[in-house]
């Protein structure tokens, strides 16, 4: 797997504890939510940092609960934010998600000017940050965002890889 450093390069090797330590931490309180919500939705949690390191938005997928399509835990995250910031720019702020935004969310992750997007399983089917597609560096994308995949990544995947296997066992 392709990790990217905060400063722009990649490689192939665990990225340094020291580099990301700030974003495990969030990681894992992600991981404990989706959890949760994991008994109703598919379990992803979102938050959004502010430039203090703030969290300013929080959102779980409520596809099913509110009967929305657009119930993803990073738009939930967003409506929360910019109620909070009262301003739809999120230039100086983090958003950090333990499953790769779909193409829907990295669409509106560009369209909020996102500063930063922190996540952790890569989402090979339906990724839209490089997973599947990268529409952060589609020339449609007028907003380049610093993007940061493979946090916790091992824990991010098994977790949904729990949840899915117990959707088909209910089948
Ligand atoms: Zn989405």
New binding site residues.
């Given amino acids: 797997m392709r990790y990217i450093f905060e400063n722009g390069n990649s490689n192939n090797d665990q990225p340094k504890k020291r580099n990301n330590s700030k974003y495990t931490f969030w990681m894992k309180s992600i991981l404990r939510r989706s959890k949760e919500i994991g008994k109703v939705e598919l379990p992803i949690c979102s938050i959004i940092l502010d430039e203090r390191g703030r969290c300013i938005g929080r959102g779980v997928n409520r596809r099913n609960i509110n009967k929305d399509p657009l119930g993803?835990?990073?738009?939930m995250a967003l409506r929360q934010a910019s109620l909070i910031k009262n301003d739809w720019r999120f230039n100086e702020c983090i958003i950090i998600t333990n499953l790769e935004?779909?193409?829907?969310?990295?669409s509106a992750l560009i369209q909020a000017r996102m500063g930063k997007v922190i996540f952790g399983a890569y989402d090979k089917k339906r990724g839209?940050l490089g997973g599947s597609i990268d529409l952060s560096k589609h020339e449609s994308s007028h907003h380049k965002m610093e993007i940061i995949g493979g946090i916790l990544e091992d824990e991010c995947s098994q977790i949904l890889k729990i949840w899915f296997k117990k959707l088909r066992n209910q089948k």
């Fill in positions: 993803h835990a990073e738009i935004p779909c193409t829907m969310c990295s839209g």
